[in-house]
C-alpha cells in the first residue's frame, strides 16, 4: 500500500531564512511519480513540481529545490530566502506509476513571519 | 479562463438537504477524481472516473454519489447532507500519457461546503 508521511505539523521561519519540508513515502512499485503541491490561504491548490522514481536528480527552479532519494525513500522540498507569500500548506504525493489515484499527505503548514 | 471549473464555490445547506457539486474541464482528460480536504487530514478520495463509462468508489464514498455525465463533466452528490459532510472539495483531472504513466493531477479552486 502506498503512504505519505510530512511530519512536520507547521514550521514558522522569520523572512530570508531557508527552510526545508520533510517527506518520506512507502511504495511497493518500483516505478511512481512523486509530487508536492502548494494550497496558500486562498485555498486552491497549486502543482509544484512531479518527479519520477527513475530520475534521481535533484532540481532547482528559483528560490525552490527538490531532494529526492530513493535510499531513504524521501522527496525533501527546500525553500531559500523564504518570503511572507511562501505561506501556505504544502502537500507530498505520491502515484504509482499504473495506480488509480494518488496518495496525499497530511500537509506541513508553513508561516513565514516579515 | 481556469482549465477545471467547479460550481458553486461556496455553499450553506441544511442537515437531510441534497446537494450537487458539479465540476468542469477543458484539459480533455479522461480521469476525474472528487475529493474532500479537512483540517490536518489532507486529502482524501470520494470517487474517481477513468472514463464516462468507468466510477469507482474511493476511500470515502459512503454517504456520496458521482455521475460522469461526459469526458468534461464529473458532478458530486450528497444525498442527504450530513454536518461532519463539511469540508472543503475538490475536483481534479489527470490523464496517462504514453506508456500508461499516470500524469500530473491538476485541481479546481474548490467548493466550500457548510452542512448546518
Known amino acids: 500500500a502506498q503512504k505519505v508521511t510530512q511530519a512536520q505539523t507547521e514550521i514558522s521561519v522569520v523572512e530570508k531564512e531557508d527552510v526545508t519540508l520533510d517527506c518520506v513515502y512507502e511504495?511497493?512499485?518500483?516505478?511512481?511519480?512523486l509530487f508536492w503541491y502548494k494550497q496558500p490561504p486562498s485555498g486552491e491548490l497549486v502543482f509544484l513540481i512531479r518527479?519520477?522514481?527513475?530520475?534521481?536528480q535533484n532540481e532547482i527552479s528559483g528560490r525552490y529545490s527538490w531532494n529526492f532519494q530513493k535510499s531513504t525513500s524521501s522527496f525533501n522540498f527546500t525553500i531559500t530566502a523564504s518570503q511572507v507569500v511562501d505561506s501556505a500548506v504544502y502537500f507530498c504525493?505520491?502515484?504509482?506509476?499504473?495506480?488509480?489515484?494518488?496518495?496525499f499527505g497530511p500537509g506541513t503548514r508553513l508561516s513565514v513571519l516579515p | 479562463d481556469a482549465d477545471v471549473t467547479q460550481t458553486p464555490r461556496n455553499r450553506i445547506t441544511k442537515t437531510g438537504k441534497r446537494i450537487m457539486l458539479e465540476c468542469s474541464q477543458t484539459?480533455?482528460?479522461?480521469?476525474m477524481y472528487w475529493y474532500r480536504q479537512d483540517p490536518g487530514l489532507g486529502l482524501r478520495l470520494i470517487y474517481y472516473?477513468?472514463?464516462?463509462?468507468?466510477?469507482n468508489k474511493g476511500e470515502i464514498s459512503d454517504g456520496y454519489s458521482v455521475s460522469r455525465q461526459a469526458q468534461a463533466k464529473f458532478s458530486l452528490s450528497l444525498e442527504s447532507a450530513i454536518p461532519n459532510q463539511t469540508a472543503l472539495y475538490f475536483c481534479?483531472?489527470?490523464?496517462?500519457?504514453?506508456?500508461?504513466?499516470?500524469?500530473?493531477?491538476?485541481f479546481g479552486p474548490g467548493t466550500r461546503l457548510l452542512v448546518l
Open positions: 511504495t511497493r512499485d518500483t516505478t511512481y511519480y
Open positions: 518527479r519520477n522514481s527513475f530520475d534521481e
Open positions: 481534479a483531472t489527470s490523464d496517462l500519457v504514453a506508456g500508461g504513466y499516470q500524469e500530473t493531477q491538476y
Open positions: 484539459k480533455g482528460h479522461d480521469r
Open positions: 472516473s477513468f472514463d464516462v463509462k468507468d466510477i
Open positions: 504525493a505520491l502515484s504509482e506509476a499504473y495506480g488509480q489515484n494518488f496518495v
